[in-house]
């Protein structure tokens, strides 16, 4: 598996964007770049997830760098129910979906 | 329905107890997850079943074992655990389509070991 490294910690006012980085360097060719977020106590919660080409959803969305070995999550919006740990994962079929230690986000009134 | 629901949400045993998690999900996934999270820590992988078959057992000692009676139902028997077992132990159950695979996580069983 592609080993993913993102900050351990980061702050965001609320209702400005909130950009979470994640490097995936070694990322090969097919596979995808996840991300999950986890609120306090409950199980992790799909976020987007994309390959080469940037992503939308209602939730957020995903840039990814033109040789992939970089993305960023963008919550447009954040609100405090936006504070939670992201992870970012580098995933193919084949392949177990593992954690990394991911990013706890603060989102601050 | 999009829930994969997890009983109990919490659940205290002794060392010498016999207690069983239990996992539902009616979304007709084929592949069904065990992960184990302690405290601060991201969920760790115990176990997948693939079309109720285990296919994955990620060196879990074996007073862990799961079992899936059928497509919709994963069960986690516990035995003879250590306080070091105690977490939060999260099932998932995961889609694949042409746009990726996705896993939908419970909400866990937070598990204490006295």
């Known amino acids: 598996d592609a080993k993913t490294t993102q900050p351990t910690s980061m702050d965001c006012a609320e209702g400005r964007a909130a950009n979470l980085p994640c490097n995936h360097s070694?990322?090969?060719?097919?596979?995808?770049v996840y991300w999950y977020r986890q609120i306090h106590s409950q199980g992790p919660q799909y976020i987007i997830h994309?390959?080469?080409n940037n992503e939308t959803n209602e939730m957020a969305s995903l840039i990814i760098t033109e040789d992939r070995k970089s993305s960023t999550l963008i919550l447009p919006h954040a609100t405090l129910r936006d504070t939670a740990v992201y992870y970012c994962?580098?995933?193919?079929?084949?392949?177990?979906?593992?954690f990394g230690p991911g990013t706890r986000l603060s989102v601050l009134p | 329905d999009t829930e994969v629901t997890q009983t109990p949400k919490h659940l205290v045993m002794g060392m010498t107890n016999k207690k069983s998690l239990k996992c539902e999900q009616h979304?007709?996934?084929?592949?069904m997850y065990w992960y184990k999270q302690k405290a601060k820590k991201p969920p760790e992988l115990m176990f997948v079943?693939?079309?109720?078959?285990?296919?994955i057992n990620e060196s879990v000692p074996s007073r862990f074992s799961p079992e899936c009676p059928n497509s919709s139902l994963l069960n986690l028997h516990l035995h003879a655990l250590q306080p070091e077992d105690s977490a939060l132990y999260l099932c998932?159950?995961?889609?694949?389509?042409?746009?990726?695979?996705?896993?939908?996580f419970g909400s866990g069983t937070q598990l204490s070991v006295l």
């Open positions: 079943y693939s079309y109720e078959k285990l296919s």
């Open positions: 994309g390959l080469k």
């Open positions: 070694t990322i090969s060719g097919n596979e995808y």
């Open positions: 998932a159950s995961s889609h694949e389509d042409r746009e990726g695979r996705k896993l939908f």
């Open positions: 994962i580098a995933f193919n079929y084949g392949q177990n979906f593992v």
């Open positions: 979304m007709g996934h084929r592949a």
